[in-house]
């Protein structure tokens, strides 16, 4: 599927451009910033939607996509349940902003480049290329459907001037090139310009066909697929340093790739027993160490974390290190187990740390100290006492993700009523920002939202009754190096950046 | 009523699950999580709760495996902490997860033996079906709770022993002219290791025999829906 670069597609993603810039007020957040680009205060640089109804339209032409936005973007009654954005990954450059939905598809944005005379639209994503990645399957043997969600993508890092990806859903991991064309050859001598066969007979000369300029286009085509390795659903991939291999893993297996062979793989951890019975424990999440590429760490759902070497065997089942916290007694509970299972690992860019996040709190692991974390942060301790009812209505086993920032000083994570929390690891202080649409002008500045948790509500504060627990964010992705997060709202994506002063 | 500090015996499948603490933390009044723990009456229902989960969890064409296994291990420590006493009934086991799901899945496919024949070829394949020691031998008419349930269905045993309705008899027949030699391999779990946890008539059950019969509706419906196609209902139906 091809898509020309700023032009608003109606099939997939509509980029709604917000109305002139105001000049940001207010005053600065608690959150301090290290990258050089001011005080931590967050602005909403823009937000954009899949309204999937849109597409109805786009077989009149002459539409004015103006009016499509003004008129159904704002009812989300339209947005359907393929829209539910899955993942969120920024490339190494942060020049590209990958999505990937319910429905398989996976849209692409890139950065607005900086010009001189539109300095305040630095910042800026516009919508680069959208593809269908994958397709519902059915199993026909277990009889089964095979959902076509996009449950992760990751970038490889760019080795020329095309963009690879791997995006995956439950049980097949794609490899997509994503590459610009602006010429095209013409003069054929067999075809004609409408592209049909010429009469060998007619042809009297022969000419050298030529390269002309075209507008550009952005083309996605699948390179390799990496299918029939896993049984149980993938719930992680991670490209390997060496950039020649990369994982996936489900939830007892994890499989070791090579990019270009896409009929074997190696297992390297296999944590089935041989009596299903015995089962009480799954993967999670796993991911390489960023520069060691013989190292990996994978999470379990019972809170504990196994770093592998692959060195050691070709079968990685006896861990290097494990690192795991003692309960503590104090807050024992039927379902300290559910809120101890880790629903996501990331090793700090540094690859010193790695961070896990589990239902109430993000921990943060020094590789050599396994027996606790060097720090933890409370996302929302006060729903330690609704765990009850969270597990009665499931929210208890969402899985909420974890990002750390360019430089490893900051690290955000996802909560309900579309919050989100920042934890500065050096100063120690959080903040909590919400990405709703009430709050959506453009360069509107992101308020600090507090939740009430007993007594006296003050005005601003939300008690915790009042939260809308279907509203979470589970998908963030913070820019490369600088302060640009991109946090996914159900089929929103809000995208923010440190206000430049 | 929760007795103060009594110990309870300890049961020799349970020694090596370290989450069922001989020390029956839940029951000592001074401990500071009882004093806000749910009274005996919402732990029953949490029981329930927790029974209704796995149950759906389990419904499901492909369960969630994660979601599964800690509903099963919130399971256990409810139980644990609910039949101090009493001998536990067979550990609920998620192993059945897959099998019961298989299970219910052969079933709705039992009805197209034709297709069956050639996709059998191919299970020694599929790992997903071959932890499954019976997968094929339990089902059975439709809507006969059987007394002696399914090894494999070890987590609805939680459920009373009358779920076992996808069991015994009956399908071997369907099968009799396929090539089960792979059935002989060492992959399966023999017959006899399998029926060693029949279930008890365990105590503490909370589950009224509604739940068994919702749970025969359904299969039943499973059932009905696919061989509607091939023959009349039978009688009574």
Redesign the interface.
Known sequence: MVLQPGERHCGGWSHRRLGPWCSPTGSPAPLSCETGCGEGTWILVCRLLVPTQVSLLSMEEDIDTRKINNSFLRDHSYATEADIISTVEFNHTGELLATGDKGGRVVIFQREQESKNQVHRRGEYNVYSTFQSHEPEFD??????IEEKINKIRWLPQQNAAYFLLSTNDKTVKLWKVSERDKRPEGYNLKDEEGRLRDPATITTLRVPVLRPMDLMVEATPRRVFANAH???INSISVNSDYETYMSAD??RINLWNFEITNQSFNIVDIKPA????????I?AAEFHPHHCNTFVYSS?KGTIRLCDMRASALCDRHTKFFEEPED???????S??IS?ISDVKFSHSGRYIMTRDYLTVKVWDLNMENRPIETYQVHDYLR?KL?SL??N?CI?DKFECVWNGSDSVIMTGSYNNFFRMFDRNTKRDVTLEASRENSKPRAILKPRKVCVGGKRRKDEISVDSLDFSKKILHTAWHPSENIIAVAATNNLYIFQDKVN | MLSKGLKRKREEEEEERETLAVDAWWLDPSHAAVAQAPPAVASSSLFDLSVLKLHHSLRQSEPDLRHLVLVVNTLRRIQASMAPTAALPPVPTPPAAPSVADNLLTSSDAALSASMASLLEDLSHIEGLSQAPQPLVDEGPLGRPAGGASPSLGALDLLGPATGCLLDDGLEGLFEDIDTSMYDSELWAPVSEGHKSSPEDGPGKEVGPDLDEAELDYLMDVLVGTQALERPPGPGR
């Open positions: 026909y043997l277990k009889s089964l459907e049984t149980y659903h939830d007892l009596n299903m019975e015995e089962l009480t424990e799954v999670t759902s007694p104090s807050n024992r509970s039927f379902f187990e559910i299972s006492s009850c597990y009665e499931d086993f």
